[in-house]
């Protein structure tokens, strides 16, 4: 099954809404979570606005820098 490209969008908007509540309520900057993710901040930016697909070693180390289990930031 291929996904359409609006379906493949809403996923992505989905997960970094959840990404960006996660850090939210953590009370932590982009900057910081990048640090914890061991990442670039203009990734964790692109992720956050939906441009960044990552991959699923990237999805687990967001969720470890979040401290919460990956599926709370899955669709």
């Known amino acids: 099954m291929v996904l359409s490209e609006k379906k493949k969008n ?3 908007m989905e ?3 959840k990404v960006r509540s996660h850090r939210h309520a ?3 900057t982009q900057e910081q979570l990048a640090e914890r993710a061991d990442f670039h901040v ?3 930016g692109g992720i956050e606005r939906g441009e ?3 991959s699923l070693t990237s999805l687990y180390s967001i969720s470890k820098a979040l ?3 990956l ?3 899955l669709v």
């Open 15 to 17: 997960f970094a809404a």
């Open 26 to 28: 953590l009370g932590i």
């Open 42 to 44: 203009n990734y964790i």
């Open 10 to 12: 809403k996923i992505l």
């Open 67 to 69: 401290d919460c289990p």
């Open 71 to 73: 599926n709370d930031l």
């Open 52 to 54: 960044r697909n990552p």
